[in-house]
């Protein structure tokens, strides 16, 4: 493009403006800008033109449509190419526009007490937002910047070209102003979605919004390329916003894992520990003492351990490091690490490839009102996420005559908030507050179980057991009742409940309802 002569300047955000107005002419090139933004560039010492001089025009309502004026969209869409549009551009006074730094005023209906209801989107920016698209489309002979974060890498282009910046740096600022449009006019439809469809699951258009937070070492196989999205409004734990205290980037699956080992922790107001390989739960545990907490859950499955990741909802200390390193673990996520055990995590020799992330800078708690996405064939299947939850010290609903004591009641919770994390048919046995077996992705629920008690094997006597979905036929209860299980809990809901509940008491087997139902495809 030609040398930049002409800027124009329409911003809500002014960090680092007047630097880089005071920039600009010393450079040489001339500044329009809107009301207020002149008055403080005057203010600062930076001679700028007010656009209302420009257009002869004043604040029409309220200074919202001062901009929106053919003399300034005519010296922003005008092409340098086409003679004629500059004969015209010279008809109407106006002249061309090489540079527009323009950002809108953020949409926030909450912001204006006036705009409730249907008047939701009167906040929002058309002006600026007109003025952004027009310069982007013309990228081959304006610049459009529209984020005090391309300031800089500005100031350093411009330099380096003497003003002529080139097409691949214009195209890019380009490619920014459409994303920060498109993201502008979902904010705008969403928002009014709300107002006119308040009881209706989802838009009949569905717009995602997310921002990349990482690229992935791969996806699921090498020749899978992968990146992680994180939620624009985020305020809740996220992998995406973890601190990397040693180790490169994560694969897919490796990623994939330590979500699902969060997750589970963040399940518990107790210290717990939850070890998961290849998207499936090892090994939980609940123990005031992390240290002990991580045994218990390694070795609930130490062979299948070797290569998991590890997820802490507290503090790691230096004796609890150590224990970690003392088994090849792919990684370790917690909330604290104390020095000690971050300095033994770097000098390790079984720690060597271990990454060690940390949560930080929010508050330990979920992102509520998210969205579980599932791609298909030619589109994607959409479900709210599965957010429901037993309280500790939750009271259940009791079918059989025995009731479950408080200890098997602590354990009937924890199996509970486990399975809701483990594959379709899942099994879950407990004792002691921790995971003694799992069993899961099965079509035959005997099949399942028959997993979780081979890995138990003689600790399955006077577990507690937990089904993701309802005990059709009681042949279930008696197989649980030959492998020592003392207590059950499961959704409720099939035709055969009473004579789930009557096996239960032939039995003496404790039988508590959730009234929910954790079936996890």
């Known amino acids: 493009m030609k040398k930049i002569a002409l800027a124009l300047i329409s911003v809500h955000d002014k960090t680092n403006l007047v630097d880089l107005a005071a920039f600009l002419s010393k450079k040489g090139v001339e500044i329009i800008s809107s009301t207020p933004t002149c008055k403080m560039l005057d203010k600062n010492g930076v001679k700028a033109q007010d656009l209302a001089s420009v257009t002869g025009h004043g604040e029409t309502l309220d200074g919202s449509i001062e901009a929106m004026h053919p003399i300034i969209f005519g010296g922003i ?24 730094i323009a950002n809108p005023s953020p949409f926030d209906p909450a912001s204006d007490s006036s705009a409730g209801g249907d008047d939701s989107v009167a906040v929002a920016d058309v002006s600026t937002l007109s003025l952004i698209r027009a310069a982007a489309r013309n990228f081959r002979d304006v610049c459009v910047l529209t984020s005090p974060d391309q300031y800089a890498g500005f100031i350093e282009e411009f330099n380096k070209t003497d003003g002529k910046l080139s097409l691949d740096y214009c195209r890019k600022t380009a490619l920014k102003a459409f994303e920060l449009s498109a993201s ?11 107002e006119t469809k308040k009881d209706e699951f989802l838009p009949q258009t569905l717009f995602l919004k997310y921002h990349k937070s990482m690229d992935l070492r791969y996806g699921e196989n090498p020749h899978q390329r992968a990146a992680f999205f ?27 894992d330590l979500n699902l080992a969060l997750e589970i922790v963040m399940e518990f107001d107790k210290p717990a520990v939850a070890v998961v390989k290849q998207g499936v739960p090892l090994g939980v545990a609940l123990e005031k003492d992390l240290t002990k907490a991580y045994i218990k859950a390694r070795d609930v499955e130490p062979a299948s351990a070797m290569g998991a990741v590890v997820a802490f909802n507290g503090q790691v200390e230096k004796r609890t490091a150590k224990e970690i390193a003392s088994t090849y673990n792919e990684a370790v996520i917690a909330s604290r690490y104390t020095d000690g055990a971050l300095e033994l995590f770097k000098t390790a020799k079984k720690a060597a490839n271990m990454r060690v992330l940390q949560i930080v800078g929010k508050k330990w708690t979920k992102q509520a009102g998210t969205l579980n996405l599932h791609s298909m064939l030619g589109g994607l299947l959409v479900q709210e996420n599965d957010d429901l939850l037993l309280p500790e010290g939750a009271h259940l609903k009791v079918l059989s005559k025995r ?30 507050l921790q995971t003694i077996g799992t069993g899961a992705n099965q079509i035959n629920r005997m099949d399942a179980m028959k997993f979780a008690f081979e890995k138990a094997g003689d600790e399955s006597v006077g577990c507690v057991m937990a089904f993701d979905t309802f005990i059709p036929m009681r042949n279930v209860i008696d197989e649980a009742s030959r492998y020592g299980i003392t207590a059950i809990i499961q959704p409720g809901g099939a035709l055969r409940d009473d004579e789930i509940g009557m096996a239960c008491d032939e039995h003496n087997i404790a039988l508590g309802l959730s009234g929910m139902r954790h079936f996890k495809h």
Do not use: C, F
């Open 77 to 100: 869409m005008a092409l340098r190419r086409e003679g004629s549009h500059t004969d015209q551009l010279k008809n109407i006074g106006g002249q061309h526009i090489d540079l527009v």
């Open 184 to 194: 502008y006019d979902m904010d705008i439809y969403g928002s009014l979605y709300k």
């Open 403 to 432: 009731k479950p004591t408080r200890k098997q009641l602590a354990d009937l919770i924890l199996a509970w908030k486990v399975v809701k994390h483990v594959g379709s048919n899942a099994v879950v046995l407990a004792k002691d």
């Open 230 to 256: 994180k939620e624009p409004d985020l305020y809740g734990v996220s992998l995406a916003e973890a601190e990397i205290h040693k180790g490169g980037p994560m694969p897919y699956n490796m990623a994939y």
